[in-house]
């Protein structure tokens, strides 16, 4: 039986979980967004990954919070301290966070609302920290088919999901990157309503230094295999049309920042072939895809 979560309880309900890691001046900036809410949360759950440096003058300037602050014993990466903090969540509805994101102030407003609607979980459309390129999906539900294309919704900082189903579906802690797409595709599978909310409503620090984008841009062709793990997880479910897509994505991401170009594309056609690795460079470079 679901959780179900209804228009009277739900506004007490609401468990925010932070993950950071060695940058106190974000967390004050997203801790900043969660204070500023238009519907305050009744719980907000900072789990740090170990980090060399002091966070009490951050955690001390937001005490109307009551943060619940946990510190990991080791490094363990974002995977696990999200799902640690789920665990230590104690109601009904998560609202994951980066500490390098922030919320406009109708967040959590918008996300109550899809759950007083009957949704299982939610995604939303965000707008570049510091631009004015907004990231919307035109789809009101997140779909398989939709899915097999990617995440072409958002990161783990949009998203909202009932506790119960986390518990069920935790963040897998093998991957480095891909999760908040195999999160997705997982839930989306097991037949919940997932919603997404087509506006802009929270913004994404883009290019951070030990950020996704920056690591990509740095990685080297030995590196790869790591970044495919998501794939590999969900291949038979993708189809192979729809694998070797993904996998082109991923390894000729980025690729006109890179050095050694050619190695990157023969580590493509050595995974996926030919036909596939030149259609998705002809689609990067003129928007159209050739026939096989």
Not at 100 to 126: F, K, L, Q, R
Not at 219 to 244: C, F, P, Q, S
């Amino acid at each position: 039986m679901r959780n179900k979560l209804n228009s009277e309880n739900i506004k007490v309900a609401t468990s925010v979980v932070i993950i950071t890691h060695n940058r106190p001046d974000y967390l004050a900036q997203s801790l900043k967004g969660v204070a500023e809410q238009s519907t305050k949360a009744d719980e907000v759950i900072v789990v740090d990954d170990f980090s060399s440096v002091d966070y009490s003058v951050v955690l001390n300037q937001f005490s109307e919070l009551n943060i619940k602050y946990h510190k990991l014993p080791e490094p363990s990466g974002a995977n696990k301290a999200r799902n640690e903090g789920i665990k230590l969540a104690s109601n009904a509805l998560v609202l994951l966070l980066d500490d390098d994101d922030i919320w406009m102030p109708n967040y959590i407003t918008e996300h109550i609302a899809c759950y007083e609607n009957g949704a299982d979980a939610v995604v939303s459309g965000h707008q570049r920290l510091g631009s004015d390129i907004i990231k919307i999906n035109d789809s009101a539900i997140v779909t398989e088919e939709e899915l097999r294309k990617g995440n072409r919704f958002c990161g783990m900082s949009g998203v909202s999901v009932k506790r119960d189903i986390l518990i069920n579906h935790p963040l897998d802690e093998a991957l480095g990157n891909g999760q908040d797409w195999d999160l997705f595709v997982r839930v989306c599978r097991a037949q919940y309503k997932f919603v997404n909310i087509r506006k802009a409503i929270f913004y994404y620090r883009m290019g951070t230094p030990d950020g996704i984008t920056s690591k990509v841009r740095k990685m080297t062709v030995h590196d790869i295999d790591n970044r495919l793990k998501a794939a590999e997880k969900h291949r038979e479910w993708l189809g192979e049309k729809y694998y070797k897509e993904r996998v082109a994505e991923q390894v000729l991401s980025f690729l006109p920042s890179k050095k050694n170009k050619l190695s990157w594309i023969k580590k493509s056609i050595s995974l996926i072939g030919v036909f596939p690795t030149i259609n998705h460079l002809v689609t990067k470079l003129f928007g159209e895809k050739r026939s096989d």
